[in-house]
C-alpha cells in the first residue's frame, strides 16, 4: 500500500510505499500515468521530502536516507546517508 505522497511539480508527483519502491507519476494529457519506479530501499519507504526543484530526499525502515536527483528527466540516488541505527 502506499505509505507516503510528494508533489514535485504541477505535472508530477512521487509516492512512496510498503513494497520499498517510489513511483514517479506524471500528468499526460491530463491523467497520471506512473512513468518511473525507483529502487533502492530495502524496506518500506516511509517519507519523502522535497529539497530543491531537481531533488528530493526519501526514508525507509532500512534506516536509510536517499538523495534523489533528476538530471535530464532521469532520477538516480546522489548520495546515500546511513547514520541511523536499531540500537
Not at 510498503?18 to 533502492?40: A, M, R, T, Y
Not at 518500506?44 to 528527466?73: A, P, Q, T
Amino acid at each position: 500500500y502506499v505509505t507516503c505522497l510528494l508533489r514535485l511539480s504541477n505535472n508530477s508527483f512521487a509516492s512512496g510505499s510498503q513494497d520499498n519502491s517510489i513511483i514517479i507519476w506524471k500528468k499526460f494529457n491530463g491523467v497520471f500515468k506512473d512513468s518511473v519506479i525507483l529502487n533502492g530501499h530495502f524496506n518500506m519507504v516511509i517519507y519523502l521530502v522535497k529539497i530543491s526543484d531537481d531533488s528530493f530526499s526519501s526514508c525507509s525502515f532500512d534506516n536509510g536516507v536517499f538523495i534523489w536527483k533528476e538530471v535530464n528527466g532521469i532520477y538516480k540516488i546522489s548520495q546515500t546517508l546511513k547514520s541511523h541505527s536499531d540500537d
